[in-house]
């Protein structure tokens, strides 16, 4: 049987065709991977960041308790010794 020209360029050109679609998946796979892998560490960098902001301001609002705190104390200190008319108590 004898090879004929039209098939054998068909084949490589089906096989050629072949390598260039599985190499172009093979890099957009790789380009998919690494884009997931971003996105999880941007997600992981996102919910740290979230937490230590959370602890801060957890902590800021502790502070401005505790200045509450004293602020209440210090004026009932100062309405009990407090003389309107002068002199002293």
């Given at each position: 049987?004898?090879?004929?020209?039209?098939?054998?360029?068909?084949?490589?050109?089906?096989?050629?065709?072949?390598?260039?679609?599985?190499r172009?998946?093979?890099?957009?796979?790789?380009?998919l991977?690494?884009?997931?892998a971003?996105?999880?560490?941007?997600?992981?960098?996102h919910?740290?960041?979230?937490?230590?902001?959370?602890?801060?301001?957890h902590?800021?609002?502790?502070?401005?308790?505790?200045?509450?705190?004293?602020?209440?104390?210090?004026?009932?200190?100062?309405?009990?010794?407090?003389?309107?008319?002068?002199?002293?108590?």
């Open positions: 049987m004898p090879v004929r020209p039209i098939a054998v360029a068909a084949a490589l050109t089906a096989a050629a065709l072949c390598a260039v679609v599985v172009r998946h093979c890099t957009l796979r790789r380009a991977l690494a884009e997931r971003v996105r999880r560490l941007e997600g992981a960098a919910i740290r960041d979230l937490e230590a902001f959370s602890i801060r301001f902590a800021v609002l502790e502070d401005r308790a505790v200045l509450d705190a004293a602020d209440l104390v210090l004026d009932s200190a100062l309405a009990t010794h407090h003389n309107p008319e002068g002199g002293s108590t």
